[in-house]
């Protein structure tokens, strides 16, 4: 073996100690730089001095976090396992966005702090010479795949692009069947003898880079696995002094039967209606509801007055409902009045309120769009248990997803009533995986 194989084996070996043994201590160190910063009660209080320090310490650990979480995902996708969800493209590339610029530029993170859409982001972005653009089918609809893994290819091709611009960084999202992806850099281009090495895994291109940025050469060989695992492609086209430009191409996650066969579900022969003013979205759950379960039949609706309608003429196993745009939480008590068990769906209603607003006023269960893609076993488990039960199901599913999206307190401001709910749900709260 030579010399350069062994020195790559033995990187490889320490990639594998990196991912095994460091969660642990990450986590430890994590958890307890968040207790001492927001729990004075119990460690007592931080002073103006201390405080900066362990922000300091909390920021570079969730950096450290990250990167070892992006590793994961590498291995992972080498082994074929995925996550299934449904989102909007526009909020990932918002969210990356962010990510990226907390490492590279907090400044301008300070100016974008309490901005709620792209189109505030593009201004300001603007100024900071970085432009966005989303066209075709996922400009306004939702994206089937790896959220966590498309995060991932844009986080590392964005960073990449600022890292080496000289002015500009053009990010593009477009497509009607596959999303195509292109960052595009100013920067000072790539050799084509470094272009044949580039997505090698630990190869730092050094030529023609002023910057010297560090690190070790994993990213683009990780991009690399992903796409390819994940049945796209990627590609670039460099100059030297010409900039960079990094195109990707990659289908929606299709779903796979287990040997060609439908489960025996609940959800057979029953008749579910489904309400959202967005029909890509209606369309979705056609398809999942179907592709699990043949037998059942969905009505669907756009409107608070086609719904009410179909309530009134038929009669329903399971209502779905969209709490945005269709008057969600009046179709709520409609379908109530009916004894119905009710699925609230949301993406821009997601929020601790709307969470405790669904559960006083009656529904069985409360879903994320980007969720879409285990609908199925929410719905059985809204149909084989009862209202306590059931919702302690899905916080055993989604407790961990709530703590992400709505921060790690956002019980505290409603401590009583969740306090209650939790004895209810017999302390599901414990984020359980439900199977």
């Known amino acids: 073996m030579s010399d350069s194989a062994v020195r790559t084996q033995e990187k490889e070996r320490l990639f594998d100690l990196l991912i095994h043994d460091l969660r642990s201590p990450l986590a430890i160190a994590s958890t307890s730089v968040h207790n001492l910063l927001q729990r004075a009660e119990r460690y007592g209080p931080v002073n103006d001095r201390q405080r900066p320090v362990l922000e300091r310490i909390a920021r570079n650990i969730q950096k450290s976090q990250n990167l070892l979480q992006e590793m994961i995902e590498i291995l992972r996708s080498e082994e074929g396992f995925y996550r299934r969800e449904y989102f909007y493209l526009e909020q990932v590339v918002g969210e990356t966005l962010l990510e ?84 595009r850099d100013d920067g000072p281009g790539i050799s084509r003898e470094g272009q044949k090495i580039l997505f090698g895994r630990f190869v730092r291109i ?24 994940m049945g796209g492609k990627i ?31 609940i959800l057979n022969g029953k008749k579910i209606l489904a309400v959202d003013d967005e029909p890509d979205v209606l369309d979705i759950l056609e398809e999942e509801i179907g592709s699990a379960c043949e037998g059942c039949r969905i009505y669907k609706a756009t409107t608070y007055e086609q ?68 609908v199925v076993p929410f719905l059985e488990d809204i149909l084989k248990y009862g209202n306590e039960e059931g919702w302690g199901r899905l916080f ?36 359980v995986v439900i199977k």
């Open 100 to 183: 990226v610029l907390e490492m590279l530029s907090p400044q301008t993170v300070e100016r974008l702090a309490g901005v709620k859409n792209l189109e505030e982001y593009r201004e300001i972005l603007e100024q900071e010479g970085i432009s966005i653009e989303i066209s075709g089918k996922f400009c306004g609809s939702l994206f089937c795949h790896d959220r966590c893994k498309i995060s991932q290819i844009l986080r590392n091709l964005i960073s990449n692009a600022l890292k080496y611009r000289r002015r500009r960084v053009e990010v593009i999202l477009a497509g009607e069947t596959n999303l195509l992806i292109k960052v």
């Open 396 to 431: 055993g599913r989604m407790g961990d997803f709530f703590d992400r999206r709505f921060g790690p307190d956002w019980r505290k401001s409603e401590s009583q009533f969740w306090k209650g709910f939790s004895d209810q749900i017999e302390g599901r709260f414990d984020r």
């Open 206 to 229: 050094e030529e023609n880079n002023p910057f010297q940025w560090t690190g070790l050469g994993l990213g683009l060989a990780g991009i690399k696995t992903l796409v390819e695992t």
């Open 307 to 374: 719904a009410v309608e179909l309530l009134n003429q038929k009669a329903f196993d399971l209502v779905i409902l969209d709490i945005m745009g269709v008057r969600g939480f009046e179709l709520l008590e409609e379908a109530l009045k009916q004894d119905l068990p009710v699925a609230m769906l949301t993406a821009h209603a997601l929020s601790p309120e709307a969470l405790k607003k669904s559960i006083e006023m009656g529904a069985r269960a409360y879903l994320p769009k980007e969720k879409l893609g285990d």
């Open 235 to 265: 590609e670039l086209e460099s100059r030297e002094g010409a900039g960079t430009t990094f195109m990707v191409e990659l289908p929606p996650l299709s779903r796979r039967k287990e040997n060609g066969l439908m489960k025996d579900s």
